[in-house]
């Protein structure tokens, strides 16, 4: 039986909300250049997959984070994902802004936290980890606690890593970087020769495909 990384990773793939091209590279909106884009709002289009999402980002919390208060969905990827995760828990919810609205209010924290709230936060995928920990940091502005972070998949960078630990945030994923690879081999999505790149790339992806 499979494990859930190795589950979840067959199922992105097969939804093609996974892309890999190695010849062909995206361009991040930090600037890197990348073989490799995931796109888990996908999801939300296959009613049985969105309902996967719901059900293992719940036992998760419920195994790891069981003292929570409130579900944090991190805008704008992880809104549907929180929001259907809170329903389920029966707790409330917000969402955390990237940066505060312009207009009205100003919010940067959409919904209601109470002091001493113990938070879950929910994201849909961790890069280099910035916008989750930019979102723990509002909420320990408001005055609680972030307990954990569940996110559906990580690229494993060790940037993310070191920033999770500095910040003193535990947080698990439903797949990660190796997962995916190892499935997308598996099932001929990838060549035997595309995993030298890909791994190349993910141990550098600032620089790589940067001509000298």
Same mark, same amino acid.
């Given at each position: ?66 003292? !929570?208060? $409130? %579900? ?6 992880? *809104?549907?994902?929180? @929001? ?6 029966? =707790? ?43 979102? !723990?940091? $509002? %909420? ?6 972030? *307990?954990?972070?569940? @996110? ?6 060790? =940037? ?45 992806? $600032? ?6």
């Amino acid at each position: 039986m499979k494990n859930l990384e190795r589950l979840f990773a067959e199922k992105l793939l097969k939804i093609k909300a996974i892309k890999i091209q190695p010849s062909n590279p995206f361009a991040w909106a930090s600037g890197w250049k990348s073989p490799f884009y995931c796109d888990n709002r996908k999801t939300l289009s296959y009613p049985s997959l969105r309902s996967f999402v719901k059900i293992e980002i719940t036992r998760l919390i419920l195994e790891r984070f069981s003292q !929570v208060d $409130a %579900i944090a969905g991190v805008a704008t990827g992880a *809104i549907p994902q929180g @929001a259907m995760v809170a329903d389920e828990l029966n =707790l409330p919810f917000v969402y955390v802004r990237s940066k505060p609205k312009d207009h009205g209010l100003e919010n940067l924290i959409e919904g209601e936290l109470r002091p001493g709230m113990k938070v879950v936060v929910v994201e849909d995928l961790i890069s280099t980890g910035g916008s989750s920990l930019k979102a !723990v940091e $509002a %909420i320990r502005r408001n005055g609680c606690e972030v *307990i954990g972070l569940i @996110a559906a998949f990580t690229y494993g960078f060790s =940037l993310a890593e070191n920033a999770f630990k500095t910040a003193k945030v535990e947080y698990v994923t439903l797949t990660n970087y190796e997962a995916v690879l190892e499935e997308a081999l598996r099932t001929g999505y990838i060549e035997e020769d595309d995993i030298e790149v890909l791994n190349e790339w993910r141990k550098d992806p $600032a620089h790589w495909g940067i001509e000298e």
